[in-house]
């Protein structure tokens, strides 16, 4: 019983301390709340479209025309500029007021009309994938549909079945599994909620063991008050309390976010919550392990912002797992958003059971025994060395009491 008060005594503590420290409070709280709603509505648009292009048209032809109106018409590129050459293109590639352009050469009618293979060249602005996809792809598409239109004209077949045939021997229907319009917000978005998580808790906790230990709290409390003298309360009591925080902030970021902005969610509601059981534990006493080596509240911040785009990568989200070294992959498997992120991604947007992510499951349980185990070793060091500080200072006040009594009695 003594022993339940201690958890529950520790667990208040922290629930105070959570809401009079604004740092605290704003990584908890206002962070998880409002992030997700702002990064969501940045990706709303899923799609970038009419992304303004360059024409260089040297031909001045009715075919060249063509393809620059139907380039025009197509909902991903608009045909802003008309340009005489190519500097004047990559003059306004420079300035950003284009991302690209397309360049005519001379011959291009003229190869057309003699049966010869003509060329379109297309330069674009590689800084951001989605308008480089944008542009480079519709022309592929019109450049296609174009020689169909060549081909069918010079077959000299009596019937439109075997002008299909001809200008399509191989018919093929494109479908993009899981991402249907082809969204980045679908793509990025389910990943970046579950780091979120852990990273807002990391932050949290780091900030509240820095004040804690700039304020010289645990060694005052220790020696007076017996409730932070044993480890098991203070760990249970403490991370009970970030469990029911984040139990609430979990089911926003989850469950209500991606509803708000329309985001896929295929995932099966039991399976996920068997997935988030393990996932925020090992995220807990992940930060309360970080938090024993951070000494000021300002290092925890440096050292989660410096490395949150590092796991969104290591997490095999934005780059390919297989395409990682094994070293990182390494490296990668000390964080919980690792494996949170990509039994998340699977089951919200492919539809995964519980059973098809078993893998990364098992790993969640695994990393969660092992930072319970490494929290308890540094918080029993750090129990030890201040019940040493204690004893310390009560035999040096002891002392000087002598002292001062032994001074009293030869006056």
Same mark, same amino acid.
């Given at each position: 019983?003594?022993?339940?008060?201690?958890?529950?005594?520790?667990?208040?503590?922290?629930?105070?301390?959570?809401?009079?420290?604004?740092?605290? %409070?704003?990584?908890?709280?206002?962070?998880?709340?409002?992030?997700?709603?702002?990064?969501?509505? &940045?990706? /709303?648009?899923?799609?970038?479209?009419?992304?303004?292009?360059?024409?260089?048209?040297?031909?001045?032809? &009715?075919?060249?025309?063509?393809?620059?109106?139907?380039?025009?018409?197509?909902?991903?590129?608009?045909?802003?500029?008309?340009?005489? =050459?190519?500097?004047?293109?990559? =003059?306004?590639?420079?300035?950003?007021?284009?991302?690209?352009?397309?360049?005519?050469?001379?011959?291009?009618?003229?190869?057309?009309?003699?049966?010869?293979?003509?060329?379109?060249?297309?330069?674009?602005?590689?800084?951001?994938?989605?308008?480089?996809? %944008?542009?480079?792809?519709?022309?592929?598409?019109?450049?296609?549909?174009?020689?169909? /239109?060549?081909?069918?004209?010079?077959?000299?077949?009596?019937?439109?079945?075997?002008?299909?045939?001809?200008?399509?021997?191989? &018919?093929?229907?494109?479908?993009?599994?899981? /991402?249907?319009?082809?969204?980045?917000?679908?793509?990025?978005?389910?990943?970046?909620?579950?780091?979120?998580?852990?990273?807002?808790?990391?932050?949290?906790?780091?900030?509240?063991?820095?004040? %804690?230990?700039?304020? /010289?709290?645990?060694? =005052?409390?220790?020696?007076?008050?017996?409730?932070?003298?044993?480890?098991?309360?203070?760990?249970?009591?403490?991370?009970?309390?970030?469990?029911?925080?984040?139990?609430?902030?979990?089911?926003?970021?989850?469950?209500?976010?991606p509803k708000i902005f329309s985001f896929t969610?295929?995932?099966?509601?039991?399976?996920?919550?068997?997935?988030?059981?393990?996932?925020?534990?090992?995220?807990?006493?992940?930060?309360?392990?970080?938090?024993?080596?951070?000494?000021?509240?300002?290092?925890?911040?440096?050292?989660?912002?410096?490395?949150?785009?590092?796991?969104?990568?290591?997490?095999?989200?934005?780059?390919?797992?297989?395409?990682?070294?094994?070293?990182?992959?390494?490296?990668?498997?000390?964080?919980?958003?690792?494996?949170?992120?990509?039994?998340?991604?699977?089951?919200?947007?492919?539809?995964?059971?519980?059973? =098809?992510?078993?893998e990364e499951y098992i790993c969640l349980w695994?990393?969660?025994?092992?930072?319970?185990?490494?929290?308890?070793?540094?918080?029993?060091?750090?129990?030890?060395?201040?019940?040493?500080? &204690?004893?310390?200072?009560?035999?040096?006040?002891?002392?000087?009491?002598?002292?001062?009594?032994?001074?009293?009695?030869?006056?």
């Amino acid at each position: 019983m003594n022993r339940i008060k201690d958890i529950c005594y520790i667990w208040m503590q922290e629930m105070k301390g959570l809401v009079q420290d604004e740092g605290v %409070a704003i990584f908890f709280i206002i962070v998880p709340l409002l992030y997700p709603l702002l990064y969501s509505w &940045a990706y /709303n648009n899923e799609v970038v479209q009419q992304v303004p292009v360059a024409v260089v048209d040297m031909s001045h032809s &009715a075919s060249s025309r063509q393809f620059s109106r139907m380039y025009d018409a197509s909902p991903d590129v608009k045909v802003a500029y008309q340009c005489n =050459d190519i500097l004047e293109a990559r =003059d306004l590639v420079q300035k950003q007021v284009v991302h690209g352009f397309i360049v005519f050469p001379a011959d291009f009618d003229t190869r057309l009309n003699r049966m010869e293979q003509a060329h379109v060249a297309v330069y674009c602005d590689m800084s951001l994938m989605l308008t480089y996809k %944008a542009i480079f792809q519709t022309a592929t598409t019109i450049s296609q549909a174009m020689n169909s /239109n060549i081909q069918v004209k010079l077959s000299g077949h009596p019937t439109h079945r075997e002008e299909v045939i001809q200008s399509q021997p191989l &018919a093929f229907e494109e479908v993009q599994l899981f /991402n249907p319009t082809g969204g980045y917000g679908s793509f990025i978005i389910p990943a970046v909620l579950m780091l979120i998580i852990q990273q807002t808790l990391v932050l949290g906790i780091g900030l509240s063991a820095g004040t %804690a230990r700039e304020n /010289n709290r645990y060694k =005052d409390l220790i020696p007076a008050n017996r409730h932070y003298r044993r480890l098991g309360p203070i760990v249970f009591g403490k991370s009970m309390c970030y469990f029911m925080v984040y139990v609430v902030m979990s089911a926003w970021l989850i469950l209500v976010v991606p509803k708000i902005f329309s985001f896929t969610s295929l995932f099966p509601p039991r399976d996920l919550l068997h997935l988030m059981l393990p996932y925020l534990l090992a995220c807990i006493f992940f930060g309360m392990f970080v938090s024993c080596i951070v000494r000021y509240r300002e290092n925890i911040m440096l050292l989660v912002v410096f490395a949150s785009v590092p796991m969104l990568f290591l997490s095999g989200v934005s780059w390919p797992q297989s395409a990682i070294p094994g070293y990182w992959q390494g490296i990668s498997w000390l964080f919980p958003s690792t494996f949170g992120v990509r039994a998340f991604v699977r089951m919200n947007s492919m539809g995964a059971t519980l059973a =098809d992510v078993r893998e990364e499951y098992i790993c969640l349980w695994i990393q969660m025994v092992a930072y319970f185990f490494a929290t308890c070793a540094v918080y029993r060091f750090q129990l030890v060395r201040m019940r040493r500080h &204690a004893l310390q200072t009560i035999e040096s006040i002891e002392q000087q009491i002598k002292q001062i009594k032994a001074s009293r009695k030869t006056s």
